[in-house]
Nanobody, 116 residues
């Protein structure tokens, strides 16, 4: 079982930046892909950004050009750098991982609140 621990959420003003971290309990090389999803109140969970073992990145249209996902293999950690934050980015952000057996694992979520 892969455990994911998120950190870095909080309250920030519009236009500000935050960096989220997601540390995996197992080697990142046993994980096929990791990513970030978010869910705002009353809305469906949506993909923010994901990165595969080969380094391929997929980002949601609403965050392209503002958010960047990266990984540190030595620390088994994936980061989400969020810039130019908008009030509509307010949501609970979840880290997710798909292991090499294609099983999905989820973190507990971290709140990001952007004030206008």
């Amino acid at each position: 079982q892969v455990q994911l621990v998120e950190s870095g959420g909080g309250l920030v003003q519009a236009g500000g930046s935050l960096r989220l971290s997601c540390a995996a309990s197992t080697s990142i090389f046993s994980i096929n892909a990791m990513g970030w999803y978010r869910q705002a109140p009353g809305k469906q969970r949506e993909l923010v950004a994901a990165i595969t073992n080969s380094g391929a990145i997929k980002s949601g249209d609403s965050v392209k050009g503002r958010f960047n996902i990266s990984r540190d293999n030595a620390k088994n950690t994936v980061y989400l750098e969020m810039n130019s934050l908008k009030p509509e980015d307010t949501a609970v952000y979840f880290c997710a991982a798909r292991d090499n057996h294609y099983d999905e694992h989820w973190g507990q979520g971290t709140q990001v609140t952007v004030s206008s």
